[in-house]
């Protein structure tokens, strides 16, 4: 009888490291990011995200395709290509945590070139493998259902 309740506590010790060196934290999520599926953003999208160990990040995202800006000058730019370049990119930064034990990352946007996020706070589902995390942006900046964005880590 004692060595199965000796058995029985070191298999549940074992199975709650087990699941604690699995779970995500910031230290194990930090990094930096390349985006591989981003569907807002297109079939290559390009920008980064920077998740520090610390808690802090910055996502800067663009479609591939888009054009320059004729005058040169971000500031002299055309309606129409303003329309394009909002878009078709996004930024934000702020400070981040990895919440129900390592399932899920919330931003708390501090600024974005989304006004309507600065100071808001959106927890996403996170699943991370190898070198690859993804999460569900459930309210899409560009309206919309939710959508899984796919990043890769950068080495």
Do not use: C
């Amino acid at each position: 009888m004692n060595r199965r309740l000796t058995l029985s506590i070191i298999g549940a010790a074992l199975t709650s490291t087990a699941l604690a060196a699995f779970a995500q934290d910031m230290k194990s999520v930090a990094g930096t990011y390349a985006p591989v599926k981003i569907p807002a953003f297109g079939d290559q999208p390009r920008g980064s995200m920077i998740l520090t160990p610390d808690g802090r990040y910055s996502i800067v995202l663009s479609r591939a395709d888009m054009p320059k800006i004729a005058a040169g000058t971000r500031t002299n730019a055309t309606p129409e290509e303003n329309k394009m370049v909002v878009n078709g990119s996004i930024a934000h930064t702020g400070r981040y945590t990895i919440d129900d034990g390592g399932k899920s990352i919330t931003f708390h946007v501090e600024t974005s070139t989304f006004p309507n996020w600065n100071g808001t706070t959106q927890k996403r589902p996170l699943k991370v493998q190898g070198d690859t995390l993804s999460y569900t942006v459930t309210a899409p900046s560009a309206g919309g259902g939710p959508n899984d964005t796919l990043w890769k880590r950068v080495k």
